[in-house]
C-alpha cells in the first residue's frame, strides 16, 4: 500500500505516528522497531538488518510533530515475521477489530481470527485473540459510561435545531465520601415537534409500551406509538428509563400529557404491565383504556383480573 504519512506532515502527537505505522506495518507485512525516542524526536526502522526503510519525525521550531525523513522501499529480501507482529499487539488489535465486528462477551476466538484474517490477510496469535475481547468490552463499557455524560449538550444541540421540541433530563446527585458530589442518569424525555403537529391531524389513538436496550448498562426504551392517515406507525415519543416501572411510566406520560395536551381525549392501548396502570390517572377520566388482545387471551391473566379489566376493552 501507499505510505500513510508523507514527508513533512504535521501530526497532533507521537501516538498518532505509531498508529499509522502499525498499519502500514500490517498491511504491507513488514515489522520495524523505534532505534531512538525521547521527547522531541523518534526514528523508527525496519526490524530487519541493513534495511533502508525509515521513519524519522521530530519536533520543529513551532513545537509540532513534523516528519523530517520518510524512506518507504525496503531493502531487505525474504524477512521473516516474528511471531510477535504488530497485529499480535493488543494495541493494534483494540484499534482494528471493533471496526469488523461488534465485540461481546458471545464473541468467538475463532470469528475474530477469521475477521481479520479475511480483511488483512495476517494469521494473528491464537493469544492476543483471546485477550482483545476483554480489553474491549472494557473499552466499550468506559464509553458508554462518558455518552451519558454528553447528554445536556445533546439535548441543548437539539433544541437549538428545533426550538419547538420537548425535552426532559432526570438526574439525582449522589454524595460521595471521596470526591465530593455526582450527578447520575435516570430518565431522558423526547418527543419533537413535528410528533406535536401530527398528532392533531392523526387518529385519536396511542400504543405504549417498552422494550429493552441492548447495553453494558441496562436501560428501557419507552416509546409512544400513533397510526397516520397512511395506517402506518409514527412513533410520537419516546424516553429511556432505568427499568419499566411506575415511577418511570408516571414520569413518561406527565410529559407526554404537558407535550400533547390532545393526548388526554384518546383511545389509550398497552398491556398495563410493569407500572403501565399508573396511565389511568396520570391521563386522566377523559382517555379511554384498551387493552392489547394479545395480553389479554394470554394465560397471564387470571379469570378474576379479565372480569375486572373487561369494561375497559375497547373493540
Known sequence: ???????????????????????????????????????????????????SWRVYASKNQADEIEVKVLSERHTCIGRQITPRETYNTQSWLRRTVPEYLFVTRDTTIRGILESIQFNYGVAVNHEAARLAPASLIHDRIEHQQQQFLHLPAYLALLRSKNPWIHTALHTTIENLRENGYRSCFLRVFICPAESQLSFIQMRKFMALDGTFLKARFVQTLLLAVGI???????????????????????????NLKCTIPQSLSMTLISDRDKGLLAA???????VTRAICCFHFISKKYSPSCITYISPCITW
Open 228 to 254: 397516520d392517515a397512511n395506517g402506518k406507525c409514527l412513533i410520537l415519543a419516546s424516553a429511556v428509563v432505568g427499568s419499566e416501572n411506575t415511577a418511570s411510566w408516571t414520569w413518561f406520560l406527565e
Open 280 to 286: 389511568d390517572t396520570v391521563m386522566g377520566n377523559q
Open 1 to 51: 500500500m501507499n505510505a500513510p504519512i508523507v514527508l513533512g506532515e504535521i501530526l497532533r502527537d507521537w501516538s498518532l505516528l505509531k498508529e499509522k505505522l502499525e498499519g502500514w506495518a500490517v498491511c504491507d507485512h513488514f515489522a520495524f522497531r523505534v532505534k531512538n525516542k525521547d521527547q522531541r524526536r523518534a526514528d523508527y526502522v525496519c526490524r530487519m538488518e541493513g534495511c
